[in-house]
């Protein structure tokens, strides 16, 4: 038995591999292009389970070798471009990866359905960024809310998002959809907007915030996604959706000034830097679906998720 993870060399994929094979002892197959993001030295072999093969989602013959020849039971897809920064000054990577990339796995399913493992699931990894921006503090998204991405980047997630459905209602694939929030933990790219609070405060020095700071996200701790992949793996149902929270709604500014008190940081390192094009205001997840339907909910509090993040990053700068 073996599942086919892509983009397991990312932050969230690289994680799940390490819950996943800790959890059930099976194989996994790592496809990963290798890209400025991938954590490469450290996620190559995972406690023995874990083969990676170095390749491109859109290369389809390398893609039909293990999701037909050796008949994997399931493909979890991560592999994605994903700054939104990057997406703003260069989209044509993210509508190629995350769009053209998947639809090839589609289309690899698709056409090889009646040759794949009997019980083949195919779990698509999103982000609650498809939704859009709350523009205030009340309401939060469900699985039904509207799609309406503000970054090239979101409406690549949402042009996938889209072709899997669409090819669960035309073909009747086993596909799932999950949207997350934000994610943090370890084996973050330090670019993303914890590691960057982090790695600058440990070196004095000036940690940039959008705007005025106030826009806001729901946390999620890696390791409790990864959790409730494994659930959806094991429970979820065909042409469903799940959204996956953390129940940490916090605005920049005050996770910023949460992290330097943590550090024993002076709030005087944060510096307000001009808001990003498009910057959505307020994400907020409604996870009761996949609370009351497979019985998760995220496990870490807050504080205790951002310690064990701080002290990863600090750690990996000694």
């Not at 989602?57 to 991560?78: E, G, M, P, S, Y």
């Not at 009997?118 to 809310?145: A, C, M, N, Q, R």
């Not at 980047?153 to 934000?182: G, Q």
Request: hydrophobic content about 35%.
């Amino acid at each position: 038995m073996a599942i086919l993870v892509t983009g397991g060399c990312g932050f969230i994929g690289s994680n799940f591999i390490r819950y996943f094979t800790e959890r059930y002892k099976e194989r996994v197959y790592n496809l990963d292009k290798i890209t400025y993001a991938a954590s490469y030295s450290e996620n190559v072999h995972i406690n023995g389970y874990c083969n990676l093969v170095i390749g491109d989602i859109c290369d389809k013959k390398l893609l039909t070798q293990f999701i037909v020849n050796d008949k994997i039971r399931a493909v979890v897809h991560f592999a994605a471009e994903s700054h939104v920064d990057n997406s703003i000054k260069d989209s044509m990577p993210f509508v190629k990866t995350n769009v053209v990339g998947t639809v090839n796995l589609l289309e690899i399913v698709k056409d090889n359905i009646d040759n794949l493992h009997k019980d083949f699931k195919f779990i698509h990894i999103s982000t609650d960024e498809v939704y859009g921006s709350l523009e205030g503090p009340e309401g939060s998204f469900t699985e039904e809310t509207r799609y309406d991405p503000r970054s090239p980047y979101s409406a690549s997630k949402a042009a996938s998002d889209h072709f899997v459905m669409a090819y669960y209602n035309t073909y009747k694939l086993p596909l799932i959809i999950t949207n997350c929030s934000n994610n943090y933990g370890p084996f973050q790219h330090q670019e993303k907007f914890i590691p960057t609070i982090i790695s600058k405060a440990l070196k004095n020095e000036k940690i940039p915030v959008y705007g005025n700071g106030m826009n806001v996200r729901d946390w999620l701790y890696v390791e409790d996604h990864c959790e409730a992949i494994c659930d959806v793996l094991e429970k979820g149902k065909f042409g469903e959706k799940y959204n996956i929270g953390g129940n940490n709604e916090i605005s920049n500014i005050d996770l910023a000034k949460k992290i330097l008190k943590l550090m024993n940081k002076p709030e005087s390192l944060i510096e307000y830097v001009t808001d990003r094009p498009g910057h959505d205001f307020r994400y907020s997840i409604d996870n009761s679906k996949i609370v009351n339907e497979l019985n998760w909910s995220p496990r870490t509090d807050f504080d205790a998720g951002l310690l064990k993040t701080i002290n990863f990053y600090t750690l990996r700068n000694l």
